[in-house]
């Protein structure tokens, strides 16, 4: 690494970090420019844990001795800045003092990824990023073996996403299905029974799924308010409920999530 102290924060040497606080703008640009922001030191570490390529880092100076150590083997500029210049170059705040940009790892096949799987968890067109993190956060922390999104879901490698799952996206393999008619014969074809996470009259408890579960499960859930399409609930096989009292009807999905996941973990024995 070589160190650079940020002298201008219009420079194009930090152009990789600017208005970070425009989630259209990033969530639009992010894929085609194959770059992703991660924050924090601890986050930064587990992103290169996981094999991922830091492009630079930004930085307070105050976290650069934490982060030397797994920053060194790599030829990349660490611009240093104090803090009115960061929130001068992203646009907000930057509470844990240090930001990366990695380079996008290649996605996975779909079929490939849910060859070795026996409990996914499929997120359709679920548009907030702090829901997002927060179920991959869940997901690595209860045993499913992998996520897959819609191609409307976000991204699970924005920035806040990231920050909320406390870096756990890059230790849970994760790739983007194709649209409901290709992605129902995957499932179907890797073995999985689908169980939609809805509201519904014909609905099954999710005590009555977890006493006797199918061996290969694929866990879909939806966004908030609008819920599960269609499409989605006709390539379930079963529509699932989480019993509710005192008239709740339903949980934050990424509540919802953690609680489906926990009632239908595998034994520890059989965790991977």
């Known amino acids: 690494m070589h160190i650079e102290r940020v002298r201008d924060a219009a420079s194009d040497s930090v152009a990789d970090y600017a208005r970070l606080t425009d989630v259209t703008l990033r969530s ?15 986050v930064i570490g587990r992103a290169i844990a996981a094999g991922h390529r830091p492009r630079s880092v930004l930085m307070e100076e105050k976290w650069l001795a934490g982060l030397e150590p797994v920053l060194a083997p790599f030829d990349i500029p660490v611009h240093l800045a104090d803090p009115a210049q960061l929130e001068e170059i992203t646009g907000y705040r930057v509470h844990r003092g240090a930001l990366a940009a990695f380079e996008r790892p290649e996605l996975p096949d779909p079929a490939a990824l849910l060859a070795g799987a026996r409990r996914v968890v499929v997120l359709e067109d679920i548009v907030d990023h702090t ?19 819609t191609p409307r ?5 924005y920035r806040r996403s990231v920050r909320v799952s406390m870096g756990t996206v890059f230790q849970v393999p994760w790739t983007r299905l194709p649209e409901w008619g290709e992605a129902s014969v995957l499932l179907r074809e890797a073995g999985f029974t689908t169980a939609a996470l809805a509201l519904a009259d014909d609905a099954v408890s999710l005590r009555r799924l977890a006493a006797d579960p199918p061996e290969r499960l694929a866990l879909v ?29 339903s949980l934050n999905v990424a509540a919802a999530a953690a609680v489906v996941l926990y009632a239908l973990a595998l034994p520890e024995e059989e965790a991977r």
Do not use: W
């Not at 639009?28 to 601890?42: D, F, N, T, V």
């Not at 879901?153 to 490698?157: E, Q, T």
């Open 131 to 149: 829901n997002v993190g927060a179920i991959f956060r869940s997901v690595a922390a209860l045993g499913a073996d992998a996520v897959l999104v």
């Open 28 to 42: 639009a640009h992010e894929p085609e420019q194959g770059l992703y922001i991660a924050e924090s030191a601890k």
């Open 221 to 249: 859930f939806g966004a908030e308010g609008d819920g599960l399409s269609r499409n989605a609930l006709d390539a379930a096989d079963a529509v699932v409920t989480i019993p509710m009292r005192h008239g709740v009807d």
């Open 153 to 157: 879901c976000a991204d699970p490698l």
